[in-house]
Structure formats: structure tokens, C-alpha cells
């Protein structure tokens, strides 16, 4: 094959101090990617570049190689650690490529990975889910009641609702707990090694490919669990080889002649309807109804109020640790407002804003003042009823459409390349709304 280096230019490069903030980027980063300096300066860089849930860039190697999401695009990017700081140059965009170069360089990455990269020991057991409402106390029950059988769970509910959570804690409950945990995030992984990562593959099945083959994801959680995070998001046709999975116990290696005798747990989740995306043409019928064996939703924030306080102290105490702050207290109005607030994000927007806070908390107290300090966060608890859906029907499109790119702006603490990917729409797009609709 060609030298890559030789016939694919870089995409620019994010340079990045010691604590993880942004410093600087090139005109071809901002170029490529229709992102503006004022949107990437200063920001963490976790925030620019989403990596799987499984890969820290934490303490990366040098000249390290590693996938990633940048505005959208699958990307491949070197790290290059100079000094205090780390340049992180994207060496490949994968839109830009052919699909025996992508699995070219996805095998460069296995070099970097340890053996059991894949298998991430589980951290979470019911106890530490919290939580004492009458609805997460029932969903706990039952998903501790299903824990000890091999069948297949199919985990629902908002995103940021804890299903990764829960899908450890049903495996550390299980028979299968001194086992393997391998998660996979569905989305995250580009259409094009989608099969060759969770089936795996054999020697010389496509150009590119390892001469011993390569054990995929279902291969690496055997006698084990396998969690499908956003499983609406798997393939089509890669939905009829899980299904085969399921019915028959036995995986084919892309490329393969033969099949292997897989005993895995399957747990799946997703925020998304799948009976809308069957009728949609977008999910399998027949493989919804093997994964809905047992159906766990897990409830949002706003139904479980009485665990808003115990959360936002929980996270008060888990940044106290981490930061090395004293807060001690949550001030009375703050409080009123946690618990009034919609929370969209659930969890994990009550532990951003809660970490938001920690970071410049004066004192022992957190107030209202601690977490209301950038413009694009709004304390305004929403009204139940608004004048939004009264007008012409420009004048109601153009509400909904306001309303939809503010939430994603709150959604996203102000991060305009993530409310795009959010809102399914180009950067430039939103820039183009945001200056329409005279949005700060």
C-alpha cells in the first residue's frame, strides 16, 4: 500500500498546556473544521476532541496515536508532547480516506493499546447508585433481580440518566463478574470498521488487514458481558450479524469460512425510540425483539426529585476529594433551584454544573453566584406554559427553532461544535442561526 503520509495532508494542529486547556490552534485546524478561536481558547481539550468512553488522554504516550471526534468527523490524531505542553496534530480525517487505509491505521493504533485495553474492570455496584426515590429504588430492585441470569437487557431512558451505570452494576451482581466488561459505544465508531471491530476478522480478509486476523469485541467479552451503548446507532447490516449472534451463540470473523461458540451476556442501551426507528426502516424488528427480554428504563432526573439533593451534595463531596475544596453546605436558594430546575442533561448535567461551581467556590458554601458565570448557562427555570406555540406559523417554526439551538448551547456549557453535532447541523449553520436569531 502507499505510504498514507505521502498522499494525505494533515488537518491542522491543537496546541494544549499542561493542565489540558487549549492555547492555540492552525489556520488549517480552523479552517477545516469551522471552528472560530473565541469557541476553542482556553477550553479543556477533552471538550474539542471526543474520544471513546474507555480512552483517557490523560497521561498518553508520546507521539501517541489515538481516534478520535472532532466537530463530527472520525479523525485520526498524534499527540507530540513538547515540554509542559502536548500538540495534537489530526493526521487523518476519515471521510478522506479509503476504507483499507482507515483499517490501515486503526491497526497502527492497536500497537499502542495493551492487551486488555478492551476490557475495563466495572467500578459500579448498585450501592453506589444514588438514590432514594420510590423510582430508582424499584428500577434497582429489578435490575438487581435480573442480574443473575444470562439474558439479554435492553437499558432506556434520556441520556445522562446513568444506563452505563446500571450496565456495570448488573454485570458486578452476576455470575459473570470475575469476567470480562467490554463496552462498546455504537456511535463512536466509524461505519467503516464497525463489522471488522465487533466480529473481528481473519488473516488477509481485506487489504490492510493483520496477517494473524484480529478477535473482535464479541470474541474479547466471551464467558463475559458485552454492553452496545446507542445501539440505534449500529449499522444496518450489522444489525443481522449481532441478531445472528444472539439466536445462535456463534460469531463469523469477517472474512471467515467457519464460525466460533461465543457465551456472552449482551446488555444494550439507548436514548432513542426503537419502535420509531423501526417503522422509520432504520432498526431490525426481529433483533428489537431479542434485545426486549427484559427492558429497563431508567427514570430522568425531573421524575425522581427527592434525589436531586442527595446528587448534587454526592458531587460536592466527589470534587472536595478531587479538588481539594471544603465546601460544606449548598446555600437555601441554590438548593430551591436545583430542585425546581428541568435538569434535560440529568446526571451528568447536575455533576457539570456542580464541578462548574467547585472550581470557583469561595468559601464553605456553594451559592447561586458559583455557577452562574457564563452567558451561555441560563438560571431561568422554564415555565411549564409559554407563548411559544401562538403566532404565524414562521413566527412558531422560528420559536421552536430558537428554543432548540439555546438548549443545545446550555446543553453543551456554550460549546457551539458540540450543540452542532447536538442539533444534527453544520457549525457554520449554527453560527449562521445564532447570528439570525441575535443569540449571544
Known amino acids: 500500500m502507499e505510504n498514507v503520509n505521502n498522499v494525505i495532508r494533515t488537518w491542522g494542529s491543537i496546541e494544549v498546556d499542561e493542565n489540558g486547556r487549549i492555547i492555540g490552534a492552525t489556520a488549517e485546524f480552523y479552517e477545516y473544521f469551522m471552528i472560530m478561536p473565541i469557541d476553542l481558547i482556553g477550553k479543556s481539550i477533552t471538550r474539542v476532541i471526543h474520544t471513546s468512553s474507555t480512552f483517557s488522554m490523560k497521561g498518553i504516550a508520546h507521539k501517541h496515536v489515538f481516534s478520535g471526534v472532532i466537530s463530527g468527523h472520525s479523525c485520526f490524531i498524534r499527540a507530540f508532547r513538547r515540554k509542559a505542553d502536548t500538540l495534537y496534530t489530526i493526521i487523518i480525517r476519515q471521510d478522506e480516506l479509503e476504507y483499507s487505509d482507515v483499517v490501515y491505521f486503526a491497526n497502527a493504533l492497536d500497537k499502542n493499546k495493551a492487551k486488555n485495553n478492551s476490557l475495563v474492570p466495572c467500578r459500579y455496584s448498585f450501592e453506589e447508585i444514588v438514590g432514594k426515590s420510590k423510582e430508582i429504588e424499584r428500577v434497582k430492585e429489578l435490575a438487581a433481580r435480573i442480574a443473575t441470569s444470562s439474558s439479554t437487557v435492553l437499558l432506556t431512558g434520556e441520556t445522562g440518566t446513568g444506563k452505563e451505570l446500571f450496565a456495570q452494576a448488573i454485570h458486578s451482581l452476576s455470575t459473570r463478574k470475575a469476567q470480562s466488561f467490554v463496552p462498546v459505544n455504537c456511535a463512536a465508531i466509524p461505519d467503516e470498521l464497525f463489522e471488522s471491530e465487533i466480529f473481528g476478522y481473519e488473516a488477509g480478509a481485506f487489504s490492510g488487514a493483520k496477517k494473524e486476523g484480529k478477535p473482535g469485541k464479541i470474541e474479547l467479552a466471551q464467558n463475559g458481558t458485552l454492553f452496545l451503548d446507542e445501539i440505534s446507532e449500529l449499522p444496518y447490516q ?44 432504520k432498526f431490525r424488528q426481529d433483533l428489537y425483539y431479542r434485545l426486549y427480554v427484559f427492558e429497563l428504563k431508567i427514570p430522568s432526573l425531573r421524575e425522581r426529585h427527592e434525589d436531586i439533593l442527595p446528587l448534587a451534595y454526592h458531587f460536592v463531596d466527589y470534587f ?25 442533561g440529568n446526571i451528568r448535567e447536575i455533576k457539570a454544573l456542580i464541578e462548574r461551581g467547585m472550581n470557583i467556590v469561595d468559601g464553605g458554601t456553594l451559592t447561586l453566584d458559583s455557577i452562574y458565570f457564563t452567558p451561555n448557562f441560563l438560571l431561568e427555570v422554564p415555565s411549564a406554559m409559554d407563548n411559544s406555540m401562538s403566532g404565524t406559523l414562521d413566527e412558531v417554526v422560528g ?9 443545545a448551547l446550555k446543553d453543551s456549557e456554550g460549546d457551539r461544535s458540540l450543540a452542532a453535532q447536538k442539533l444534527k447541523i453544520h457549525v457554520a449553520s449554527l453560527y449562521r442561526k445564532i447570528a439570525k436569531y441575535k443569540l449571544k
Open 320 to 344: 472536595n476529594n478531587k479538588l481539594g475544596s471544603n465546601v460544606k453546605e449548598i446555600d437555601p436558594k441554590l438548593q430551591d433551584w436545583l430542585i425546581q430546575y428541568d435538569w434535560p
Open 399 to 407: 420559536n421552536a427553532e430558537k428554543s432548540a439551538i439555546q438548549r
Open 238 to 281: 450489522a444489525q443481522g450479524k449481532l441478531l445472528r449472534v444472539l439466536q445462535e451463540r456463534e460469531v463469523e470473523r469477517l472474512g471467515g469460512t467457519g464460525t466460533k461458540n461465543v457465551d456472552i451476556r449482551i446488555i444494550a442501551a439507548t436514548n432513542r425510540d426503537l419502535r420509531t426507528l423501526i417503522q422509520e426502516g
